[in-house]
């Protein structure tokens, strides 16, 4: 037997270690929880919409129960502020009822039924792929991670989940670990579909992310770390998909006339977005490109707003180290770029001028934090070699008057290539749990950019079809029987339809 070892979270505010001691996960464990999911995927993947539609009631029933317990923890874990904490409380809570709607509705399955006298008889619909293991993000220790949008969706979609819990807030997923796994005891399916494992070490990850069991990969984290998983996943004897979400700069662009009439305005706005929750999302604006020369109030507002902004409190002491090393070395390596920060760790700012910016182009990677880059463009056709240059992003923005948009309409498109999401008014900051969003891009923003990683269309990750051909109906799943039980609007030979047959 394994003498188990242990680890400590870190109080993100003092940087010193909370009492709670969290154990490595042992080999026996591992071997458990990845058997158990093997065991249950069958059971799991056969079980109704229905059923795992009240199974994710009562996983937000129970989290619901731990609300102070996990509040308080969080609070202590993320060093972030209680309205944060209760904010994404219950956006966490609202994925949860969002995908226990989406199955109570049943049409996420997809069915479709080709029958005709001249053919056979071809259904199909959208099956589960089997267990899977989700790693909880660093900056999003309730959303993006026990009982996060990668959980709850795999959950919803069937498949047994394994969660492998991120070590700078280990208490807190186990308290909302806790809260799923009493729902699992509730529930009629067995122990196998869900199982949360710890480590502070990577060594964890990569032996889930290898293990034959496991069918696909949930990732939030550093372009490393999701590069490293997905080239782990093709050495596999049989490859498996990872969905990683690894990074972006999320790129402001500021057209002429929008400028010139709400330059200040508009600063204010730039700032709130790159300082909400101290730089730490995902949807953070890291670069601003403007067009033309930038009216002294804009840089003036940008400037007192960062330098009379606090410094802020990062999730885990590593995070705040790695931001200013970054941010030292950039300064370092590219003398040329003006660089605003009033202390280290501090919010910052930056500026360069549209030709430094193409001769190095590195100016361009995410700095995870409170860091905005402005790039300022002579003209036109510099400002769509910048935009050319971008790797993939999460989302851009394009503010900019009517006039602007017809001026420019080369923008729009050239962005449309680069983005999942593109919005022509606000900040990216903030992401709405909707069926029409789109969290994902091109890569290296996510490692598939067909998928989003929020909404309810985070399901279709989890699922492959399967098609049935001239199968008996005993034998049939109900959502392609011929008496439509579930009352399912079908695609039948090509008209959609709540008919029987």
Not at 76 to 102: N, V
Not at 409 to 421: C, E, T
Not at 439 to 463: E, K, N, Q
Request: glycine share 8%; aromatic share 8%; charged share 15%.
């Amino acid at each position: 037997m394994e003498n188990p070892t242990f680890f400590y979270s870190t109080a993100a505010k003092t940087g010193q270690a909370l009492p709670e001691k969290h154990f490595e996960a042992t080999t026996q464990e591992i071997e458990t929880a990845l058997s158990a999911a093997e065991a249950a995927t069958l059971p799991f993947a056969q079980s109704s919409a229905r059923e795992r539609a009240n199974f994710l009631g009562q996983i937000a029933l129970q989290i619901e129960g731990r609300r102070e317990a996990i509040l308080e923890r969080y609070q202590q874990e993320s060093g972030l502020p209680q309205g944060r904490a209760q904010g994404e409380l219950q956006r966490t809570l609202s994925q949860i009822q969002h995908f226990k709607q989406l199955l109570e509705a049943g049409h996420y399955v997809q069915a479709s039924i080709h029958k005709t006298a001249e053919g056979p008889d071809l259904r199909k619909m959208l099956y589960p792929l089997g267990p899977i293991v989700v790693f909880g993000a660093s900056n999003f220790p309730l959303a993006f991670s026990t009982a996060g949008g990668d959980t709850i969706s795999a959950l919803a979609a069937g498949c047994p989940v394994v969660v492998k819990a991120h070590p700078y807030h280990t208490g807190t997923s186990s308290l909302v670990a806790e809260a799923i796994t009493e729902a699992v005891a509730l529930s009629p399916f067995p122990n196998g579909v869900f199982a949360h494992l710890q480590s502070a070490t990577h060594a964890l990850g990569q032996q889930l992310a290898m293990d034959h069991r496991i069918k696909g990969v949930g990732f939030t984290g550093s372009l490393a770390g999701g590069k490293a998983l997905c080239a782990l996943a093709q050495e596999r004897e049989v490859p498996i998909p990872v969905f990683a979400e690894m990074g972006s700069t999320n790129p402001i662009v500021i057209l002429p006339e929008k400028m010139k009439k709400e330059a200040q305005t508009l600063a204010q706005a730039l700032a709130d977005s790159v300082l909400l929750g101290n730089g730490q999302f995902c949807t953070n604006p890291g670069l601003v490109y403007a067009l033309g020369k930038l009216p002294d109030s804009f840089s003036a507002t940008l400037e007192e707003v960062f330098t009379k902004s606090p410094t802020g409190t990062m999730v885990h002491p590593n995070i705040a180290e790695a931001y200013q090393k970054k941010l030292q070395a950039i300064q370092e390596k590219f003398p040329a770029l003006k660089l605003l920060q009033k202390a280290p760790f501090a919010p910052a700012l930056g500026q360069v001028s549209a030709d430094y910016f193409q001769a190095h182009p590195e100016l361009g990677d995410e700095v995870f934090g409170p860091f905005t880059l402005v790039v300022v463009h002579d003209n036109v056709q510099a400002l769509a070699q910048s935009i050319q240059q971008l790797d993939g992003q999460l989302t851009a923005t394009i503010l900019a008057t009517v006039d602007d948009l017809a001026a420019y309409p080369q923008i729009h498109p050239l962005l449309v290539q680069k983005v999942g999401r593109l919005l022509f008014d606000g900040v990216p900051t903030g992401v709405a749990v909707t069926t029409a969003m789109q969290h994902g891009g091109p890569y290296p923003a996510s490692s598939d950019s067909r998928f989003t990683a929020v909404g309810s269309d985070a399901i279709y990750r989890w699922l492959r079809p399967v098609c049935y051909q001239d199968a008996p109906q005993a034998v049939l799943p109900e959502a392609l029987q011929d008496h439509n039980p579930l009352e399912l609007e079908r695609n039948i030979n090509n008209q959609w339809t709540k008919e029987t047959l």
